[in-house]
């Protein structure tokens, strides 16, 4: 069974720090591993994805995301934050790359920038 | 990237009415589309997979005469709320999978809030 977990239900920066908001998963196989971001009352914008090569993926708005097999982890990262990426941040695992796995998504992190 | 359009954005119902919300993907073919149910302040939980031409696999606990999908076309998905009552209210969002040119991924729509008076 697949499970992924985010460990901290809130992340407090100030504007211009760096920010990391941290994802653990579990799979059988190899995961794909995504991460997501919803504003208010809206859906959820897709930010980055590992599937293969290069741990560290680049994702939108500066965001970075580095894969970690040892420590089965996926941790979310920006250098500088902006009180804009105030948000609420999912990160989701899928295992393996199959049409009929699903994607399984963390509790989610709220992630608060103050100026 | 990809674009997953959803109608209503909102609606308000009555008890014991039926809603049906629409799923769209704009840009790119979608196979498979999936329908979440979000409650305040909780993460997604998926309710069913719906599969272009087949029948929706739907999750554990969601029951399927309640909740009616149809995927119709490559581009169109609805979620159909059958005799809605105010416990279905809630937020609710679809999601279509893009397979098109080597990518893999999920993209949202921007979800449909459910009120039931």
């Known amino acids: 069974a697949q499970s992924v977990a985010q460990p901290e239900d809130q992340v407090n920066v100030a504007e211009g720090n760096p920010l990391t908001v941290k994802c653990t998963y579990s799979?059988?196989?190899?995961?794909?591993l995504f991460w997501y971001v919803q504003y208010p009352n809206r859906g959820l914008q897709f930010l980055l994805k590992?599937?293969?090569?290069?741990?560290l993926v680049k994702g939108s708005y500066g965001f970075e995301a580095e894969f970690n097999k040892s420590q089965t982890s996926f941790h979310l990262k920006k250098p500088s934050a902006l009180v804009s990426d105030s948000a609420l941040y999912f990160c989701?695992?899928?295992?393996?790359?199959?049409?009929?796995?699903?994607?399984?998504f963390g509790s989610g992190t709220r992630l608060s920038i103050r100026p | 990237g990809a674009v997953v359009s959803q109608h209503p954005s909102w609606v308000i119902c009555k008890s014991g009415t039926s809603v049906k919300i629409e799923c769209r993907s704009l840009?790119?073919?979608?196979?498979?589309m999936f329908w979440y149910r979000q409650f305040p302040k909780q993460s997604l939980m998926l309710m069913a997979t719906?599969?272009?031409?087949?029948?929706?696999?739907?999750e554990q606990g969601v029951e399927k005469d309640k909740f009616l999908i149809n995927h119709a076309s490559l581009t169109l998905s609805t979620l159909t709320v059958t005799s809605a009552h105010p416990e279905d209210s809630s937020f609710y969002i679809c999601?279509?999978?893009?397979?098109?040119?080597?990518?893999?991924?999920?993209?949202f729509g921007p979800g449909t809030r459910l009120t039931v008076l």
């Open positions: 590992y599937i293969t090569g290069d741990n």
């Open positions: 840009d790119f073919q979608a196979t498979t």
């Open positions: 799979v059988s196989g190899n995961p794909y």
């Open positions: 999601s279509a999978r893009d397979v098109g040119q080597g990518t893999d991924t999920q993209y």
């Open positions: 719906s599969n272009e031409g087949s029948k929706a696999t739907y």
């Open positions: 989701a695992v899928r295992d393996s790359y199959s049409s009929a796995s699903k994607i399984i």
